[in-house]
């Protein structure tokens, strides 16, 4: 009995180990889809904050779970709102520093770069509607703070370029390619002139004046596709 009582203090010891690293298995981000769920968590852990009123302390010890300190207080000082002696979330479209839905959707990329992870998605240029703007990347980003996996912050411009090339590799290697279409067309149509220009030498009996309305004709049609 004595020995058992002497090898409790060890037991102890060993399950305080044990701890943090199951926590830390639960935030190893290998795949995609734990990268998903990890901001799918991290998104509902914000509007959870909506449902009633809480203390800064109370939002700040949910939100720890997976956004760096930094962040917390971007998030809190942007959105909570004071009522009475504690304070109130209100949810909005267009509230700063939520997790935007697009972030978990399936366009978005998911690249590593300098120790970090980053979720980029690229936005085409919108001129409808409330919302308009001009061709652009955002992205996510998520380091490690004490050993932990958090989101640490949010661009909606200026995404490093280095992590751009990293998700979007495909986009820079498509460019070339399309340059070069252009150019062959073009290319065909300057050989279709010359072309022409050669028959008209080769038929002396053709008269002026047929003759230079047929390549202004053509001359017309070249600026149209050059167009």
Not at 169 to 175: G, L, R, V
Not at 199 to 211: T, Y
Request: aromatic share 12%; glycine share 6%; proline share 4%.
């Amino acid at each position: 009995m004595i020995k058992r009582l002497a090898l409790l203090p060890l037991v102890y010891c060993c399950l305080l180990l044990l701890i943090p690293a199951a926590a830390s298995a639960d935030n190893d981000l290998h795949s995609r889809a734990d990268v998903v769920g990890f901001l799918e968590k991290a998104s509902e852990t914000q509007i959870s904050l909506s449902e009633k009123d809480m203390s800064l302390d109370e939002m700040k010890q949910s939100l720890s779970h997976y956004f760096t300190d930094s962040y917390q207080q971007l998030f809190l000082k942007e959105n909570a709102v004071k009522a009475g002696g504690k304070y109130r979330i209100y949810g909005s479209d267009f509230a700063p520093y939520y997790i935007p839905f697009k972030a978990i959707s399936d366009p978005a990329k998911i690249t590593r770069f300098d120790g970090n992870i980053y979720v980029v998605e690229y936005f085409k240029a919108r001129g409808e509607g409330p919302v308009s703007y001009e061709d652009h990347y955002e992205a996510i980003r998520l380091t490690q703070e004490g050993g932990m996996w958090k989101v640490s912050d949010y661009y909606s411009e200026n995404v490093p370029e280095e992590v751009i090339k990293n998700a979007y590799s495909e986009k820079a290697k498509n460019k070339p390619k399309a340059k070069a279409s252009k150019q062959k067309k073009l290319g065909n149509a300057v050989s279709g002139q010359q072309s022409v220009e050669m028959f008209l030498k080769k038929q002396p009996f053709l008269l002026e004046e047929v003759r230079k309305p047929f390549s202004r004709q053509f001359e017309k049609n070249i600026g149209l596709i050059i167009l």
